[in-house]
Every structure is written in C-alpha cells, then in structure tokens.
C-alpha cells in the first residue's frame, strides 16, 4: 500500500516532480505560489519536506554555496521512486473520485 | 541581510537544515530588493518569514518531543492532535499569537507584582515562628464556651498595643532598656 499523502505533500512532491534537478526551498515556493495562487512560508516547506524525507519519499543533497545566498548551499530536493509511486497513487485516487462528478 | 532574531530558527532544526533555509530567506530578499521593494518592506517580510519559521520548528520539536516520550500521552489530557491543532492555529496568525503571548506575559508580571506589594504591605507576619506561614488563628472563650474569630491583623494590633503598654509601665519604673539604656518616654 502506498503512503498516505497530505494535500500540502503532494503539492511539494508535484513542484518536485515539475522541477527536477532544479528543486529547493526558493524554486519549490515559487513554484507554489505562481500555480496554486497559496504564499507557503520556507518553515512550512521545510519542516514539509524534512517529514516527507523521513518516510523516504524524497531524498536530498547540498549544492555549492553562493554569494547570492550569503554563502549558504542549496539544499536540493529530488523525488524517490517511493515518493513518485505515492503520488501517482494519490493522483490516480482523486481522478477515481473525480470520475463522473461535474464539479 | 543580518537579522537579530535567527537564533529563533535553532528550536527544532539542525544546522544541516538552518543553513539553506536562511541561504533561502536571503535570496529572496535579495529577490525583493532587485524587484524594488524598500528596505523596511523586505525586513518586516524577512521577520515574519522567521516567526512562522519558528513556529513550525517548535511543532516539529514538540512533536518530536511526545513521540519520544510516548508515556507522557497516557497522563496527558492533551492528545498529540490537540497541540497539532493549536500549534497550527498559532502559526495560522502569528501576529495575534505575539499580541496574546505578550499580552499574558505583562497580566502574570502585573499580578505577580501587586502580589508582591500588597502581601508585604498589609499581610504582616505575627510574632511566632515561622508565623508567615499561619493562615488563621481560632480564640475560643471558654467561659462562654463561644468561638471568637479574629483576622491576623487584630493579633498584630493586640501585640503592637501590649508592647507600647509594657514599655510604659517599665518606663515608670525607671528600668532601662536591653542594650543597658534608661529608657524615656
């Protein structure tokens, strides 16, 4: 059975998907903001993304620091096949329940 | 852009996650500089961004804290939902949760004080040992076999007026006082 997902995890783990390589806390929120119209703060998505990392269903790793970042790394997030076979399942149980329905 | 309040982002993270979560808030608001915002726009965004940062690392680590814990849920009346809730709540509108968190800070500093004040000031300690402790005194007369209440404070009368009266009589009598004085009226 796949891991349940909250509807904030799977908006994460659909701008993760969208994003690939290019996915962190910065790319992640503005993703959010431009296609659910929603302002997530950086604590929600972290602290989002740290549970999501320990269920295993992402898995992340520093890039190099940066001047524009006060030479701090990114923390770059990418999807495991554990994560993508959670959304799809999540994905695939709303279209389930979409059939049909006229909204 | 240096912030007096990013220690706040200790609680419930580790350096490992601190670190690129500021290397966030500080690209963004190099962002918002770059797209014209003003400095005080930015640093008003900047300090809520941390606040809400905040409160999301203290769910984490109370959370955390009651999963380890796992006995503390059998002699709580609080389930773990519950504080997930009202964390959420809290972190929903950080602005009232300063308000009301300061707001109950000054009622207990307030409280505490004229406590203080008036538990010094009109709540003497009769002469006993360890008289401060004494909450009531019971006088019973016997002879009209009768309960006879008295507040603390008419003890306190009783004693003030049975010294100045024996200080009189001992001054009359010509005696001096316990450092060897003659004592005078």
New interface residues.
């Given amino acids: 059975m796949a891991d349940y997902l909250g509807e904030f995890e799977q908006l994460i783990l659909l701008a993760l998907a969208r994003l690939g390589d290019e996915a962190y806390g910065v790319t992640i929120r503005t993703t959010l903001i431009e296609r659910t119209k929603r302002k997530p703060s950086f604590g929600a998505i972290y602290s989002t993304l740290r549970r999501m990392e320990d269920k295993g269903l992402v898995r992340s790793f520093a890039g190099e620091p940066e001047a524009v970042r006060g030479g701090r790394a990114k923390k770059h997030v990418v999807l495991t096949p554990r994560g993508r076979a959670a959304l799809r399942e999540a994905h695939a149980a709303i279209v389930r329940m979409a059939e049909g329905v006229s909204l | 852009m240096k912030h007096p309040l990013t220690f706040l982002l200790r609680i419930g993270?580790s350096a490992?996650?601190r670190?690129?979560?500021?290397?966030?808030?500080?690209?963004?608001c190099?962002?918002r500089l770059a797209r014209g915002s003003n400095h005080p726009a930015v640093f008003v965004w900047y300090t809520a961004?941390i606040l809400?940062?905040?409160?999301?690392?203290l769910?984490?680590a109370i959370r955390a804290f009651v999963r380890r814990f796992a006995d503390l849920r059998a002699v709580s009346m609080l389930s773990p939902s519950d504080l997930t809730l009202s964390l959420r709540l809290l972190?929903r509108s950080p602005g009232l949760t300063v308000v009301s968190t300061v707001g109950i800070t000054v009622g207990i500093a307030i409280a505490s004080a004229m406590f203080g004040y008036i538990h010094s000031n009109f709540d003497p300690a009769i002469p006993l040992d360890e008289g401060d402790r004494l909450v009531s005194l019971e006088n019973w007369d016997t002879a009209g076999n009768n309960e006879n209440r008295h507040s603390l404070h008419d003890f306190i009368t009783w004693r003030d007026q049975m010294y100045v009266r024996h200080r009189d009589q001992r001054i009359s009598r010509g005696q001096r006082d316990d450092a060897g004085g003659r004592l005078r009226a």
């Fill in positions: 993270r490992h996650e670190a690129p979560l500021l290397g966030d808030l500080e690209e963004e190099r962002a961004e809400r940062a905040f409160f999301w690392g769910r984490d972190i």
